[in-house]
Each structure stands twice: as C-alpha cells, then as structure tokens.
T-cell receptor, first 112, second 112 residues
C-alpha cells in the first residue's frame, strides 16, 4: 500500500459546526503533515507529527486541532471555522520529517 | 512560512520542447524536492536531490542544485501535454525544524 487516504473528499460546513478530516497511511511512515492550500497558491504547512508527537505547529489558530491517535492515522478537528478557512486541506506522510512525501488527494473544504 | 521562489510563475510551451523551472531558497537545507500538482489535487513527488549532490536525473527529468547560490532548476525534456501541471520545489527547512516548505510554484502549460 503506497497511498495516503483522505476522507472526506469534499466538506461543506457552517461556522458553528464541528467536523473532522481524516488521513490514513500504511507505509510505515513516521512523519505526517497537514497542509492548507488556497487556489493558485502553494501548500502552507500547518502541523507536523513525528513519531506520533506534534513537532511543528505553524501558529495555526486553535479552531484547528490536530490529533495523531496512532502511527497510521492523522485527524484534523475543525470547530468554529471562518469562511476564509475554505481551502484544500492536504495530508502527507514520509519516512521521516523532511524526506520525500506521499500526499493524499485532499479534502476540499467550504465554510459557509 | 515560505522558503522558495520559483521562476517563471507561468510557462507555456509546445509539445516536444524542453521546460526549465528555477527555484531559489533562503536557508540551509539537507535536501530539495520537486513536486507536481494536477488540477489542485494531491501533489506527486518527482525527485529529491541532497545538499551534497549537484545533479540528478529521473527519466525525462533533470534537477540541478547549487547550494552556494541557494538555487535549483528542474528541466523536463521532450515535454508532453500530460506534463501540464503546477510544479513546486520544496526544501526541508533545516533551521525551522524538519518539515517540507514549498515555493510559490510554476504553472506549466504544454500544448499539442
């Protein structure tokens, strides 16, 4: 298995909703990442987990809450989002932080 | 945080021509990577070049790295319509903790 699987592929939520994005990999990778990408812009790093521990938080607002329940799973919990949070959210994993990464196909999030 | 700057921002060529994209970065690195993204979905890892390497080939791809100038180039030879995509360089942002930080990207359009 050489894929990173992200669910859901699309999500529409209101500003008062709570939702979660899920990411799964079975490649034995020990680093997992969340990125946010706006249209026609590069991916922006949000969080990095290394060996299931949060190693980097790029000053992301607390309405985004990451969780790494085990070495294969990565969640991003969303609460009280703003319309400007609408974007493509990408999960990725790599053998170790900073190595070549495998990306999921992303979750297209719309906040109304 | 942004690490790299790609040049040009957009490139339009005919099938069969070569495409060259450049990337400059700011901090010391362990490696530099190139990724391709089609239609705003997941990124695909193309090639990784380590800081002690100067040139690397993979199929129709040739990457160079000049650490003294903090720059890299990606050459795609004999381009095809299927190469139409956005191309991003990414560095492992050594001084910021180990993560992948992406440049602004080059949008390549190959017409038949």
């Amino acid at each position: 298995d050489t894929e990173v699987t992200q669910t859901p592929k699309h999500l529409v939520m209101g500003m008062t909703n709570k939702k979660s994005l899920k990411c799964e990999q079975h490649m034995g990778h020990r680093a997992m990442y969340w990125y946010k990408q706006k249209a026609k812009k590069p991916p922006e790093l949000m969080f990095v987990y290394s060996y299931e521990k949060l190693s980097i938080n790029e000053s992301v607002p607390s309405r985004f809450s990451p969780e790494c329940p085990n070495s294969s799973l990565l969640n991003l919990h969303l609460h009280a989002l703003q319309p400007e949070d609408s974007a493509l959210y990408l999960c990725a994993s790599s053998q170790a932080s900073g190595q070549g990464a495998v990306f999921g196909s992303g979750t297209q999030l719309s906040v109304l | 945080s942004q690490q790299g700057e790609e040049d040009p921002q957009a490139l339009s060529i005919q099938e069969g021509e070569n495409a060259t994209m450049n990337c400059s970065y700011k901090t010391s690195i362990n490696n530099l990577q190139w990724y391709r993204q089609n239609s705003g979905r997941g990124l695909v890892h193309l090639i990784l070049i380590r800081s002690n390497e100067r040139e690397k080939h993979s199929g129709r791809l040739r990457v160079t790295l000049d650490t003294s100038k903090k720059s890299s180039s990606l050459l795609i030879t004999a381009s095809r319509a299927a190469d139409t995509a956005s191309y991003f360089c990414a560095t492992d942002a050594y001084q910021a903790g180990t993560a992948l930080i992406f440049g602004k990207g080059t949008t390549l359009s190959v017409s038949s």
